[in-house]
């Protein structure tokens, strides 16, 4: 565990927020604990998978291991909790969890009403119709069928609506059955009972790994429907809330500078300002965050950059197989950037 870093004795400048850490914020608690609650799914595989051992593979539960490497100083120092849709909100509000990682949409109704607030997007994703290739056209759309199209989709997700607008707008007669529980959704749609599914592009993907004969069944995508995927945290605490966001941008920043796992020790004795502020060898912006100055040197080194963790857990030479896509570097035609390090 990292100590928890002493009090700022700088006189502050005028104006200047006190710079004294925050008791009450759970940036402090964490801290004083020693390890990171971090809520996740537990089931999807690429994303947040529990293996046969306990522990915890992932795109999700790389993301904890990154947060616990800036807050404790050990990618070991996490408690993975697999949570459902129903109870992941409720277990960050009651603060049963430090952080959710759970592939959580966000969108205006959660940020406002629900008490949550929203970290870096750390997926760009979209949803999706799987379903039987005999179900689709040879363009890989739905064929009207003589009868309704029975979709199975998953109550207290964005998926129930945006099914509800996309399907309403083709010529498919349809009912939905909504399902509390995930495992008993894709049950339900493998044994017959529906014809198809929809939810998060992504996770369509990873849960047709886990079919009989994945081959056999075609994912629709639904266009015109964003789903960003992003790490949430209690609403009001913002000392929290920006060393989650952060250390999140760390992979991402890394990743556009070329830093990377193996090779960040050579840029130790560059001279460029952003890149030695970035790593914690001039300023003070680590521990102005409650954090120690290596954070961004312990979180590319254990972890790498946004680009490594993506094509070990999601990539083309994974079984998931996903191109990066929206989730490039901006400056590569995607939408992942990273605020300024200075």
């Known amino acids: 565990?990292?100590?928890?870093?002493?009090?700022?004795?700088?006189?502050?400048?005028?104006?200047?927020?006190?710079?004294?850490?925050?008791?009450?914020?759970?940036l402090h608690l964490v801290q004083q604990r020693g390890e990171l609650i971090c809520g996740v799914h537990g089931e999807l595989p690429g994303f947040s998978l529990r293996e046969?051992?306990?522990?915890?593979?992932?795109?999700?539960?790389?993301?904890?291991?990154?947060?616990?490497?800036a807050v404790l100083g050990d990618a070991d120092a996490v408690s993975f909790r697999?949570?459902?849709?129903?109870?992941?909100?409720?277990?960050?509000?009651?603060?049963?969890?430090?952080?959710?990682?759970?592939?959580?949409?966000?969108?205006l109704s959660r940020d406002i009403t629900e008490g949550l607030d929203f970290g870096p997007v750390i997926f760009y994703d979209s949803q999706g119709i799987l379903t039987l290739e005999d179900n689709l056209t040879n363009d890989g759309d739905l064929l009207p069928g003589e009868g309704p199209l029975v979709v199975c989709v998953q109550t207290a997700t964005t998926?129930?609506?945006?099914?509800?607008?996309?399907?309403?707008?083709?010529?498919?007669?349809?009912?939905?059955?909504?399902?509390?529980?995930?495992?008993?959704?894709?049950?339900?749609?493998?044994?017959?009972?529906?014809?198809?599914?929809?939810?998060?592009?992504?996770?369509?993907?990873?849960?047709?790994?886990?079919l009989d004969d994945p081959v056999d069944h075609g994912i629709v995508p639904i266009p015109l429907l964003k789903e960003p995927l992003a790490p949430v945290v209690q609403?009001?605490?913002?000392s929290w809330r920006d060393a989650v966001s952060w250390a999140i941008f760390v992979t991402i920043q890394a990743e556009e500078f070329g830093i990377t796992s193996s090779n960040v020790s050579d840029f130790f004795a560059s001279e460029r300002p952003r890149i030695r502020t970035f790593l914690g060898?001039?300023?003070?912006?680590?521990?102005?965050?409650?954090?120690?100055?290596?954070?961004?040197?312990?979180?590319?080194?254990?972890?790498?950059?946004?680009?490594?963790?993506?094509?070990?857990?999601?990539?083309?030479?994974?079984p998931l197989g996903l191109e990066r896509g929206l989730n490039a570097l901006w400056i590569d035609g995607g939408l992942l950037y990273a605020p300024s390090f200075e």
């Open 281 to 318: 060898l001039d300023g003070s912006l680590w521990t102005d965050l409650g954090l120690e100055p290596d954070t961004a040197l312990l979180i590319i080194e254990q972890m790498g950059n946004y680009g490594e963790m993506y094509e070990r857990n999601l990539g083309p030479e994974t």
């Open 82 to 107: 697999s949570l459902d849709t129903q109870e992941r909100f409720q277990a960050l509000r009651d603060g049963e969890i430090d952080v959710l990682l759970r592939n959580s949409s966000w969108n």
């Open 159 to 210: 998926s129930e609506q945006h099914a509800r607008d996309f399907l309403q707008t083709r010529e498919v007669d349809y009912d939905l059955a909504v399902f509390d529980n995930i495992d008993a959704m894709y049950a339900a749609y493998e044994n017959g009972e529906c014809d198809a599914v929809t939810a998060d592009w992504s996770g369509l993907q990873a849960r047709r790994l886990l």
């Open 52 to 69: 046969s051992d306990g522990s915890y593979s992932g795109f999700d539960a790389d993301f904890c291991r990154v947060i616990a490497l």
């Open 1 to 26: 565990m990292a100590p928890t870093p002493p009090p700022d004795t700088r006189a502050p400048l005028p104006g200047a927020p006190d710079r004294a850490p925050d008791l009450r914020s759970r």
């Open 235 to 238: 609403q009001g605490d913002s």
